[in-house]
Every structure is written in structure tokens, then in C-alpha cells.
């Protein structure tokens, strides 16, 4: 068996989910945690390598644990280290534990068949604007703020979200520097809708690419702005040409917000 965690986290001040040496990670900074609580070495596995700044609401991740004495990378899952803790402790143990930034929502146990990345069917990425008419300099780091976007602005944003849904070979918002060869992907849903002064561009689809989502908001915003109809959207992703998409915007208002299996 293995330890399943549900996690959120503000990802201002680290380097990402992936530990890194000499650099602060989400990854690292959870596993130290998991170890002293279980008083064992683990292993810590995640859903997704969100980059820097990336923000999660339901990340999901699992704890390995060693055979006292075990080196190296390789964890054998032990079930009774597991089974020790209740999963109501093990959440208060955790987050008595972990900084301001991350909290553990909830903890069980897991099929050592279970893999938090290959098991997945589908995620969901929020992405969320604030047109407010100042700066919010208590939101710094979460939002990306832009100037106001009127209804005929939301509604150009949101018909190009729609065209972006569907299977398709979405090379066009992949940032250069993946590794990726199979870019096609299936989009099962992608919206965009006013709260208050945040618009959020919401996306779900069964796996994604390198800065696919920031890339398609930077799109969908660009559209929003004039700079682009909605019916370009088709073009732009049957060119399979990332120069023909727009900007990747920033990971401040990135947020990783539901895995399902």
C-alpha cells in the first residue's frame, strides 16, 4: 500500500513540484514532512510537474515508504507503515508540520498499483484574471491583472475557448524546451467566465503539454483584445507552429484545481 495525498498549495517562493538541488520544491518540502511523521524514508510521486509560481487547489501525490535500511531511489510499499496512522492524524501530523503555503486536505491509503501520473483521466487548470481598477497588492503572485475586459471582450475570449476543445495536435501552445513528440490531446471542456472583478479561463482535458494552458489563456486573451478573431483559432492549431499562438502568460494566476482517476 502507499500513502495518497491530497494537496493544495500557493507556489510563490518555489521552484515548482520538482525537487531540485539548491532550490526550495514542493516535492522536497512534503517529503521531509512524510518522513518525520512516519518516522521512515519515502518516496513522494506526483500528478504533474507544475512549474514555478503554479498555484494547486487539489494536487495528488503518494508516499512510498522504505524497509529500514533501504538506499537509493527504490521504495518498497510497506502497508503496515500506512495503516499506523489514521488518515484524519496523518492530515493534522502533516500540516502541523508543513509551512503556511502547502496544506494536506486529506490522506489515505493506496493500491500499490496506483499511479498518481499514469493513472490519470483527465485534469482541470484554472486560469484567473483580475480586471480590477487598481492593483491588488494582496493578490500579487495569484492573479494576473490586466486592464477591465468588457462583455464583447469576455464573449470574443469565450467563443475562442470553445474552439479550442476536441482532439486535436495542439503543437501551436506548446512552450519549446519539452521533449513531448505526441502532442495531440483531447480537450474536453474549455470556458471562460466572470466572478466578480476575476475572469477565469477553465480547461479540462486528459493530459496537456508544456505551458499549454497559460498559452491558450495568453491566446484566448489576445483574441478577447482584437488582436485576433475567434475563427482563427482553427488556423492557429492546424498549423502545429507555436509562433502562430500567443503569449505564454505568466504562472501567477495558474492553478491545477481537480484530478480525476
Known sequence: MKLRLIVSYDGRGYSGWQAQDNAKSIQ???????????GRRCLVTGCSRTDAGVHALGYCCTAAFADTGGSGDRVEPRSDIVSAIPPENAVRALNARLPDSIAVLSASAAEDSFHPRYGVKSKTYK????????????????VYETRSLGEGEIRRMREAAEAMTGRRDFASFMASGSKITDTVRTVYSCTVGRRGEFVVFTVTADG?????????????????????DPRDI???????DRSRAFETLPPCGLYLCRVEY
Do not use: C, H
Request: glycine share 10%.
Open 127 to 142: 486560469y484567473v484574471f483580475r480586471d480590477g481598477a487598481v492593483r491588488s497588492p494582496f493578490l500579487s503572485g495569484l
Open 234 to 240: 482553427e488556423a492557429i492549431i492546424s498549423a502545429r
Open 208 to 228: 496537456f503539454l508544456y505551458k499549454m494552458v497559460r498559452t491558450m489563456a495568453g491566446t484566448a486573451l489576445a483574441v478577447g483584445r482584437g488582436r485576433a
Open 28 to 38: 522536497r518540502t512534503l517529503t521531509d514532512a512524510v518522513s518525520e511523521v512516519y
